[in-house]
């Protein structure tokens, strides 16, 4: 079978993806190569924004239904507890004002059903081997129990989780590291805790450690962040080897408290890292989630900014290849945000740039510069600045490819791109950046760092200057 979308993982991203693409008239396969649906979650918080974003696609009442939303939360510091509730994070302009704790398991299975209900079926057990852009296609080949299967389609995404497959097909690279922290999962019944309390966090002397009433083998999971051991055995971000009862003890009892362990279900390492792949994007073969940046689990943030992506992404895929395939979309509505002139606030101009100000008018609109979605309720959805490109001498330029490729010279330990009014191209791109600890000013770094966006590949800009 062909499809417009092949959605590879069906993680949160791959599942958000297929959803949101599947939403906007786009046919879709999923393809996962874990036979079964259920392994143990590794996150556990849904943020405000990424209920927003899902929305639309009908599923919050469904997350909601199985999330904690007003947590509650010991904290343990030596001997004091201070006992607070993380369900009102005074958001006044969310529907969704509140910490959600809900296991990754729980996510993935409303997502799946969602997809199921709208007739798509991930395909577990199935493999993508490779992929490749065609030019006017997109070629993958899959292996499952019922053999090999090329397939052809208009565009893949990689939603594979940290070693990504279609990443290296795509030959993107990856930049990165490891942490010198891990994390050790385990689900178990412990003693020592009263029935009904909420989470636990401890600062211990090797770490961080938490009990969040979300075992899925048993009541409590533990979450303990510690030194890496060095060596990574098995995926990073992945739970790996077991940890004997004794290391787990030892992590309890260094966190200072007197919790026991009844009865353990399993255990887990985690070996993690940070780090970005270099472009998001080869031809017609995407990368989203996992796949295309990893950091600390410390930030909550992996599955939601993976969803977050997905939502993203989604649409636009789909939209890109109902229109590469003639056939109309469902409901699609995106554009420029244009409103009609006269409310209260209006501002009345550009400082010193009238003419600035009057190009922001066509046929008595105001162009807002966003870029907006309507969904089916008729709400509008920020999708992204129109202006976020630099125009130069008749290309158009991404401030994050170029950012990108700056971050990667060793003296560079920060830097932000703008386009700087040019008389002959537009706009020159004009990068600022913080050196590296111990990194020198030189004319030559100079030199050497504005020619890196440059030498990175063909279609990449001149840097016009560093500050
Ligand atoms: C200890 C820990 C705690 C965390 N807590 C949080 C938290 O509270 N909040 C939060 O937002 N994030 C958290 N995260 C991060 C979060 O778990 C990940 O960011 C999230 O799972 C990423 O989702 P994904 O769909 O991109 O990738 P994954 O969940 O890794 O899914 C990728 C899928 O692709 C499949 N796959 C891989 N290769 C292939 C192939 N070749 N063919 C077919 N299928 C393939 C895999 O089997 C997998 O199912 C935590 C992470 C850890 C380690």
Not at 188 to 197: C, N, Y
Not at 225 to 236: I, L, Y
Request: contains cysteine; glycine residues 10%; aromatic residues 6%.
């Amino acid at each position: 079978m062909t499809a417009d979308l092949l959605v590879v993982g069906a993680g949160p991203t791959g599942l958000s993806l297929a959803l949101q693409a599947h939403h906007h008239g786009a046919r879709v396969r999923v393809v996962e190569r874990r036979p079964e649906m259920f392994r143990p979650s590794r996150a556990l918080i849904l943020h405000p924004r990424t209920l927003e974003v899902l929305r639309p696609l009908g599923v919050t009442n469904a997350l909601l239904g199985r999330a904690d939303t007003a947590p509650r939360v010991n904290l343990h510091l030596g001997t004091h507890v201070m006992d607070t509730t993380l369900a009102d994070l005074a958001l006044p302009d969310t529907a969704f004002p509140h910490l959600s704790l809900i296991r990754q398991t729980d996510v993935e299975t409303v997502l799946t059903r969602a997809l199921e209900g709208r007739g798509v079926s991930v395909e577990r057990g199935t493999e993508l081997l490779a992929a490749e852009d065609q030019g006017n296609h997109a070629r993958a080949f899959l292996r499952s129990s019922h053999g090999a299967e090329t397939i052809r389609c208009t565009f893949v995404v990689g939603c594979d989780g940290p070693d990504s497959a279609v990443r290296d097909c795509a030959g993107i690279g990856w930049r990165g590291r490891p942490y010198a922290e891990e994390v050790v999962l385990a689900d178990l019944d412990v003693g020592g805790i009263p029935p009904g309390a909420g989470a636990q966090a401890f600062a211990g002397r090797q770490g961080l450690l938490f009990l969040f009433p979300l075992g899925e083998q048993a009541t409590w999971r533990l979450l303990a962040t510690r030194a890496s051991a060095g060596h990574t055995v098995g995926s990073v971000g992945q739970p790996g080897a077991v940890v004997p009862e004794a290391e787990l003890h030892r992590l309890l009892s260094d966190a200072g408290t007197n919790a026991r362990i009844e009865r353990l279900a399993w255990s887990a390492r985690v070996p993690l890292r940070c780090g970005i792949a270099r472009r998001f994007r080869r031809g017609r073969l995407f990368v989203a989630g996992d796949a295309a940046h990893n950091y600390s689990p410390a930030t909550g943030q992996g599955m939601n900014a993976g969803i977050q992506d997905a939502v993203n992404l989604g649409w636009k895929l789909a939209f890109a290849a109902s229109n590469s395939a003639n056939r109309p979309t469902s409901g699609f509505d995106a554009g420029e945000l244009a409103l009609r002139p006269g409310w209260p606030s209006m501002f009345r101009g550009y400082l010193h740039d009238d003419e600035r100000y009057e190009a922001a008018f066509a046929d008595g609109w105001y162009l807002t510069g966003e870029v907006v979605r309507r969904d089916a309720d008729g709400w509008y959805w920020f999708v992204g600045r129109a202006d976020d490109v630099i125009k130069s001498a008749g290309h158009l330029i991404g401030p994050f490819e170029v950012e990108s490729a700056l971050l990667e010279h060793p003296a560079v330990a920060e830097v932000g791109v703008i386009g700087r009014p040019d008389p002959v191209a537009g706009n020159v791109v004009k990068a600022f950046v913080s050196l590296a600890h111990g990194a020198e000013p030189t004319p030559e770094l100079n030199r050497t760092s504005c020619s890196i966006p440059t030498t990175r590949s063909a279609e990449r800009p001149r840097a016009d200057g560093c500050s």
